[in-house]
């Protein structure tokens, strides 16, 4: 072999191990975390697995004598619901328009909730909204329809108003509730 054709060969070797050690390096340090509903939908009895989510409030429970430290975690798709005042879901709801959004679940042996009422001043009212399809989240987002500008100088004002209840959603109620919001009664006062 001619010195050329084993300069070449000998950088393809190099060029070579440089990448096989990138490729271990980087594959070792790749982490996937898997969510909760994954695992309960495909276990793998004698695989090792990495599991991320959130502790559920009121779980965790210790026990000094043994050491033991117990917990319920959840990526908040089988603990969080959603129901909008068009009556969609966390299947449905993405990028519709609503009034007010109830995210709902599972707390401590009941279920409670937080609804969020958008005002029809609003921006684009009622605003579309973002209901994340595996986590517990939810914003209103009127980009969704567009671009749009906030001109220095100028305010951008949002009013919301949310209403935390015990129980699961009712949704004549967070109408009620969104009606007095939207248009306050009037009250008028007289002297006798």
């Not at 050690?21 to 004698?46: D, R």
Request: glycine share 10%; hydrophobic share 40%.
């Amino acid at each position: 072999m001619s010195r050329r054709g084993k300069f070449v060969v000998g950088g393809l070797v190099i060029v070579a191990a440089i990448a096989y050690l990138i490729w271990a390096g980087v594959s070792q340090s790749v982490v996937y975390f898997v969510t909760p509903s994954e695992l309960l939908a495909a276990p793998v009895a004698t695989k090792t697995y990495r599991l991320g989510g959130l502790v559920l409030p009121g779980s965790l429970k210790w026990e000094p004598q043994s050491l033991d430290l117990s917990f319920t975690l959840s990526d908040g798709k089988a603990n969080v619901s959603f129901l909008t005042s068009e009556g969609k879901d966390r299947s449905n709801g993405h990028a519709t328009r609503g009034r007010w959004v109830d995210m709902f679940g599972k707390v401590e042996g009941g279920v409670a909730g937080t609804a969020i009422l958008d005002h029809p001043k609003n921006f684009r009212a009622p605003q579309p909204m973002r209901i994340h399809p595996d986590n517990p989240f939810f914003c209103y987002a009127p980009s969704q329809l567009g671009k749009w500008e906030i001109a220095p100088g100028t305010p951008y004002l949002t009013r919301y108003r949310f209403v935390v209840h015990d129980g699961p959603p009712d949704a004549k109620e967070l109408d009620r509730i969104w009606n007095d919001y939207a248009e306050p009664p009037q009250v008028t006062l007289s002297s006798p």
